[in-house]
């Protein structure tokens, strides 16, 4: 494998090796891809796979494995409507991760969201929890940029000291020195004048915003956007539109109709806000991305993996998202 994503040709034979199971259980698309992926890993002997779960925790279909350490880095609000609308009850699905006699870490910096995560972490029987400061430089370079991936490294180190020593746990390194060789393709992802970042929540928007201050890239910055429309769009919105010149809102082809978001809720939103900066629609992917081109200085794609997704495979020479 060696970084590379899992073949077309490869898919293929899995899907047809586990349809008669994945039709039988009537598995979800998600429960199916993770079934497949997981299948793969084994199937080629992978030593260690960092696996994020879809959606909460505890119901996940990726919560069919029993790791080597559990992580929770923080908690944001989102898919509510599956797992409730408060921060509490969220940490509390995420927390399902947990397992007997595994270790839990958790980065979470709010005491009253961190106490339930470990409650519920201690319920199930973790063993240790660790619970990460975070509040701190990472006094180390990182590959990854942004002021939240100081807090991210710190959580990941800590995960890492807890694996098995023959898989470089308990090394007492703070933060590894390959930590500033660190890359994933659409998280605050700048390919010259392009920047990709995945953000697909609130609590993703605001980060993205901070990163993005960091870095000041070359003005005007015009932003491409397509979010789902099950999401806190206009919340998301808001927080965007004043670190930008100008915001194209567009609809990732890969959504279906069911998810997109329609001309006349935007309209709605954009006839409650101020004129600044301009807004435009452009439900025709290829057109928005070229619209967001004229006169910028720095593109952002942002506002759901699909649209980064989406526009990383067609823009050339910029390999898709794996």
């Given amino acids: 494998m060696a970084g590379a994503p899992l073949s077309e040709d490869a898919f293929a034979e899995w899907a047809g090796r586990l ?3 994945i039709e039988r259980l009537d598995a979800s698309f998600f429960e199916a891809v993770t079934a497949i992926g997981l299948a793969d890993f084994a199937a080629r002997g992978v030593d260690v796979a960092v696996v994020e779960v879809g959606l909460g925790g505890r119901l996940d279909a990726t919560n069919v494995l029993v790791p080597l350490v559990s992580v929770v880095t923080k908690i944001a609000r989102e898919h509510t409507d599956y797992l409730g609308p408060d921060l509490a009850g969220i940490a509390r699905e995420k927390a399902g991760i947990a397992k007997p006699g595994v270790p839990f870490v958790t980065g979470e910096p709010a005491p009253a969201i961190r106490s339930v995560l470990v409650a519920e972490a201690e319920r199930r029987g973790a063993r240790p929890i660790r619970v990460v400061e ?3 430089p990472a006094g180390a370079p990182l590959g990854l940029r942004g002021p939240h ?28 020195p390959s930590f500033a060789g660190a890359r994933i393709p659409g998280r605050f992802d700048v390919r010259g004048p392009w920047i990709f970042d995945v953000a697909h929540n609130p609590d993703g928007i605001e980060v993205l915003v901070a990163a993005m201050a960091e870095y000041a890239p070359h003005r005007p910055l015009h932003a491409v956007v397509g979010i789902r429309n099950d999401k806190e769009w206009p919340g998301m919105l808001a927080a965007l539109a004043p670190a930008v010149d100008r915001l194209v809102l567009t609809a ?17 939103w954009r006839a409650g806000r101020p004129a600044v900066p301009p807004v435009v629609v452009e439900f025709d992917f290829e057109r928005a ?34």
């Fill in 149 to 176: 991936q100081s807090a991210n490294a710190w959580v990941a180190a800590a995960a890492l000291n807890e694996l098995p020593a023959g898989l470089g746990g308990g090394a007492g390194v703070a933060i590894p």
């Fill in 289 to 322: 991305l070229g619209e967001a081109r004229a006169g910028a200085g720095t593109v952002l794609v942002t506002g759901s993996f699909h649209t980064v997704g989406d526009a990383l495979a067609r823009l050339p020479g910029f390999a898709p998202l794996g």
């Fill in 134 to 136: 975070t509040g701190r």
């Fill in 19 to 21: 349809r008669p199971e």
């Fill in 252 to 268: 990732p082809p890969s959504l279906s109709p069911a998810e997109r978001w329609t001309g006349a809720a935007l309209d709605g």
